[in-house]
């Protein structure tokens, strides 16, 4: 059986940052970066439900909403050759490589609105990038694999799933609207703390 | 298809209640209570997975727990005459009943340790009662029906599920550490507002 504590855990401090730094996105990239490295250094706390690719479409599965929608959290399923389009957040991110390998494309936009690409890198399991309107905020994420499911875990400064922003198009670099939604119902009770508690009891 | 959107709201109104009277359990109650009465009006927005009983066992589904575990909201399934045992909280609750009828027994514990019983109440649909230390917080609850289910929603100041509190002997009052935990290990995803803020483009 997965042991979610690590995921529960992070979903805690993760809390006490945004709580702590509101919209200091230094300080808030300066101290969540360690604690999502630290996450996505083990995988087995991630259940199989969320780890599933679909054969056309990559899979996006909320893992925990802040319930002011202040930061979520959600894992990237990436069949074989998958990719996003090209797309934009408006919130701060982070993105942790946690199976396989991913590419990611940088993208700035020209006064004329052409879209230009300013650097490309391939992500390993464990690697860390960040994205916002202060840092750089367009860019393409690409399955590494051609033949196997990689996986990453993003943490962003809002309800991702319900933020109102735009994808591109490559030629022209027109700006599309887009909400991304989720591929998933239901997400991991984190909470049933209740067998941790119960040891606690009987050392006591 | 079920809108959980009834229950994101009350979680996001619950939360910001949560926020502002921290400790004041007077205020809490009386803001939460008309939320919760609100919430119980209906059942459509309370998913099938939340509303199976078991043949031998009542049913305790965590529903949202707060990141900080400050409080939580649970589905209780009573299957035919099932009941709980007598049981203390020691936090606030308050308890709404969604569905069929129960009956709820309070109890006071005598200085020589024993119990006694103070009051029984049916609790029809949209009724509400409140639990807590202060207010009273040993009882036990039933299906007030023979031959069908109950089922009520229960709002507590802290994670329920990871509380150590006690169950009661009701012939000599002796109390046992209980830890009650969820019966769960998925909880509804609240947070794909996605077709409303893409309606909300289209209006704009
Ligand atoms: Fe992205
Ligand atoms: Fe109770
Ligand atoms: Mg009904």
Redesign the interface.
């Known amino acids: 059986m997965t042991d979610i504590a690590p995921l529960q855990k992070f979903?805690?401090r993760a809390?006490?940052l945004v709580e702590r730094h509101g919209a200091d996105e230094a300080a808030l990239f300066a101290d969540l970066e360690p604690l999502l490295k630290d996450l996505i250094r083990t995988d087995g706390w991630l259940?199989d439900?969320y780890r599933q690719p679909h054969p056309q479409f990559y899979q996006q599965y909320?893992l925990?909403?802040?319930?002011?929608?202040r930061w979520?959290v959600v894992s990237f399923v990436w069949g074989p050759g998958q990719k996003t389009p090209i797309h934009d957040h408006r919130v701060w991110g982070l993105v942790g490589v946690i199976e396989g390998a991913e590419t990611g494309t940088s993208f700035v936009r020209r006064d004329d609105g052409r879209l230009v690409a300013t650097g490309e890198e391939r992500l390993e399991r464990g690697d860390v990038v960040k994205v916002s309107p202060t840092v750089g905020d367009i860019h393409q994420v690409a399955n590494a694999h051609a033949d196997r499911v990689s996986i990453s875990i993003h943490v962003y400064g809002g309800?991702i799933?319900?933020?109102?922003r735009a994808v591109y198009d490559p030629e022209t670099g027109a700006e599309k609207?887009f909400?991304?939604?989720?591929s998933?119902?239901?997400?991991?009770?984190?909470?049933?703390?209740?067998?941790?508690?119960?040891a606690?009891?009987q050392r006591a």
């Open positions: 979903v805690r809390t006490e259940p439900a909320l925990h909403a802040d319930p002011l929608e979520s309800n799933g319900a933020v109102a609207p909400v991304s939604g989720y998933n119902t239901a997400v991991p009770n984190l909470w049933d703390r209740s067998a941790e508690v119960r606690g009891l």
